[in-house]
């Protein structure tokens, strides 16, 4: 992937979020993305601001998330 930092609008639901990822990675479809926020998966219909808000790391104020794929069919 390109960019490690990604800045994104509060109002932006999560799914949204997933769906810019998978484009950037290049992702086929029968590949599942999976993202997560402190070994937790949030809700697609979150909001990033919401999100940010619960998960945010204290010292730097940077929401970091992790994601993993796998093939889902075949």
Known sequence: MEKRKYLVPCDMPVGQFIFILRSRLHLSPGTALFVFVR?????????MGSVYDSYKDKQDGFLYMCYSSEKTFG
Do not use: H
Request: overall charge negative; aromatic content about 0%.
């Open 39 to 47: 070994d937790t998966l949030p809700q697609t219909a979150n909001l």
